[in-house]
């Protein structure tokens, strides 16, 4: 493996305007983060259910320490500073209680009369299970009496047969409580784009790379994104209306909707007993993604800030403490009330200045240029760039009134880019002028703009090696001057894909928990996505789906388009496989095969069954390990 490169003098002089520009003296986030520390796992690492690999391990973030290095922005390196080095269970108020940095996010501990209400129950089973269980040994047992989860993304909920079981959920003897609409969402964002959003998380959140000072060093959201056993529980109780109320265990709840901000479904809540306002990630001691690197659709910036406002007027004058899904409390009604109005004022200062930018004629990419927070809100720390970015954020808000087109007739149809980079080679006098120039300005640190050329060079030949060499040396700089975890973290995966191939391991995968939990009518979803469309062009297919609790539906392709009719049957179909839902589910995620389930008697078909392997035929198995720096083969 190819050493990591130093900071240049350009990179260093960044780094340096960031230590004048910010007031690094102010500890009064440290001091937040280190109130109310119970006790922590030593040491910090959690190993997988099955096969003893590390899940999570913050020891390997232990580099963590002192100034930060010219390789990382300084900024960032406080907030990975904070993330990394305050794990553990802590107190928020006497009855709430946090497990911190065991994921990305936070799991919220809620002493009810006679157990825990869990609040988001991280990615994966392995790492909410050490949570539980180093609250049970230090707070005394208790059993779990409900799960909130808060939104709709899988950080939050995926973790949730690690502190409850599907059978409790299904009987009702757990309530599992979240927003409306939290099964499509949830299920929509990760599974139907999941492939290529998992891909890109990848980079996102930096799995791939080995922490260090010229590695990872953050998510900026969290310390990190744990890699284990994820599962999912369709809810069993759902909140539907602001000012809707619950009484757990003893403990009344008052809910807030805050639907299509951070996430499509998505609430706060507030616990009148201990004057705690609970935000989710509405609030986040960052600015948040309007637009998510990773893909999804494009956040509404105006809603999220009149939520924060809604949530101001409705709980601001009585609460006594405000905590999150990610980072660390605030407590005070007047720390708490600052906070959230200059986190509601990020938001809709963003919306509003892009929009006013736009009615002036200017584009998405002039208004993210020029776009400057006024040093009130923008030189607080927690409304830094260490997530989202203010200039991804702008450009979004764009996409969102105005979608991806600017209005200039020249950028209405453009050349895909291996097709582009030919002719800009063409036009530019060839590799080696391209190359020459090239190194002149990334001595003279115009590091984006070489990024930008030898994009064309390396996508027009991507066996091009000086060109790789030197937009590996070029996105390395800007991933140790991103103040952002996930711009980093992009830049330096790219580095690693340039320099040495498509790295090893693949992308964030549901596991068959998440898999068997898929509602009938998000699976034929999925199935449509993955139709070949050439591959099924001239085919007409009608098969029965008989499932053991006399549920029926009819899978039809023509014209190919897969369309699925639930509670319909075909006496012209060409099959009928007799099946339960769950065994199907598995089938069609690659998780069982039909020579297996025929042999075990678990699924029969009457008439062609021919009919089943020309279905399997049609559908794409989606490559988990593309490329995304260097050119992609033709799909044709």
Not at 16 to 41: H, M, P, V, W, Y
Not at 97 to 118: E, K, P
Not at 321 to 335: D, K
């Amino acid at each position: 493996m190819r050493a990591p490169k130093a900071a240049t003098k350009s990179t260093k002089a960044r780094q340096q305007s960031f230590k004048e520009k910010l007031n690094f003296d102010d500890t009064q986030s440290f001091e937040d983060a280190r109130r109310g520390f119970i006790a922590t796992l030593s040491p910090m690492s959690i190993e997988h259910d099955k096969d003893r690999r590390l899940v999570y391990d913050l020891e390997a973030l232990s580099f963590l320490e002192g100034d930060a290095p010219d390789t990382v922005n300084p900024s960032l390196w406080r907030m990975s500073q904070l993330n990394a080095q305050h794990h553990g269970l802590y107190e928020v108020v006497d009855g709430i209680y946090q497990i911190r940095s065991f994921d990305i996010a936070n799991m919220t501990l809620v002493r009810g009369n006679t157990g825990w209400i869990i609040i988001d129950p991280l990615t994966s089973s392995e790492t909410s299970r050490a949570g539980l269980e180093l609250a049970n040994r230090e707070l005394g047992e208790r059993p779990v009496v409900a799960v909130i989860h808060t939104h709709s993304h899988a950080d939050h909920f995926a973790g949730v047969l690690g502190v409850v079981t599907a059978e409790q959920a299904a009987s009702g003897k757990v309530p599992v409580i979240a927003p409306r609409d939290f099964v499509d969402e949830s299920l929509a964002e990760n599974i139907l784009a999941g492939n290529v959003m998992g891909r890109r998380a990848t980079y996102m959140y930096g799995n791939l790379l080995k922490p260090s000072p010229t590695g990872f060093v953050s998510t900026g959201l969290g310390a990190a994104l744990s890699m284990g056993t994820t599962g999912f529980i369709i809810p069993n109780d759902t909140i539907k209306d602001t000012g809707d109320t619950r009484t757990v265990d003893g403990i009344k709840i008052e809910f807030q909707m805050t639907m299509g901000t951070e996430a499509p479904a998505e609430m706060v809540f507030y616990f009148p007993q201990f004057k705690a306002l609970c935000m989710s990630e509405i609030t986040s001691h960052h600015l948040h993604n309007v637009y998510t690197p990773r893909g999804a659709q494009v956040r509404d910036a105006l809603a999220w800030a009149d939520q924060i406002n809604e949530s101001i007027d409705l709980f601001g004058s009585k609460l006594e403490v405000q905590f999150a899904s990610h980072h660390w409390p605030i407590w005070g009604q007047q720390p708490v009330k600052d906070y959230m109005t200059k986190q509601r004022d990020l938001y809709k200062f963003i919306h509003d200045q892009t929009l006013r930018l736009a009615n002036m004629g200017y584009n998405k990419e002039e208004i993210a240029e020029q776009l400057e927070l006024p040093d009130s809100l923008g030189l607080e720390f927690y409304n830094r760039d260490y997530y989202g970015t203010l200039y991804a954020n702008a450009r979004a808000v764009y996409v969102k009134y105005l979608g991806f087109f600017d209005g200039n007739p020249s950028t209405l149809h453009p050349l895909p880019p291996v097709e582009a980079a030919g002719n800009y080679l063409r036009y530019m006098g060839g590799v080696d002028a391209i190359m020459l120039k090239a190194q002149e300005d990334f001595d003279a640190g115009n590091y984006r703009w070489v990024a930008e050329v030898l994009n064309h060079v390396v996508m027009d030949n991507p066996e091009q090696v000086e060109a790789r060499a030197l937009l590996a040396d070029t996105l390395e700089q800007l991933g140790y001057q991103s103040e952002s975890g996930p711009w980093r973290n992009f830049y330096l995966c790219g580095v690693l894909e340039l320099r040495e191939g498509l790295p090893a391991g693949s992308n964030y995968a549901a596991s068959a928990g998440m898999a068997g939990s898929i509602p009938l009518a998000n699976l034929y979803q999925i199935m449509a996505v993955r139709l070949n469309a050439d591959r099924a062009d001239g085919i007409t297919l009608q098969i029965n789906l008989a499932f053991n609790d006399s549920e029926h539906t009819l899978l039809s392709i023509e014209n190919s388009v897969l369309n699925a009719f639930s509670g319909r049957q075909s006496d012209d179909a060409a099959a009928t496989l007799k099946i339960s839902k769950l065994n199907f589910k598995l089938l069609m995620a690659g998780q069982k095969d039909a020579a297996s389930l025929m042999t075990n008697g678990e699924l029969e078909i009457d008439g062609d069954a021919g009919a089943l392997l020309i279905l399997s035929g049609l559908f794409d198995q989606f490559e988990r390990r593309f490329p995304i720096v260097t050119p992609r083969k033709p799909w044709r």
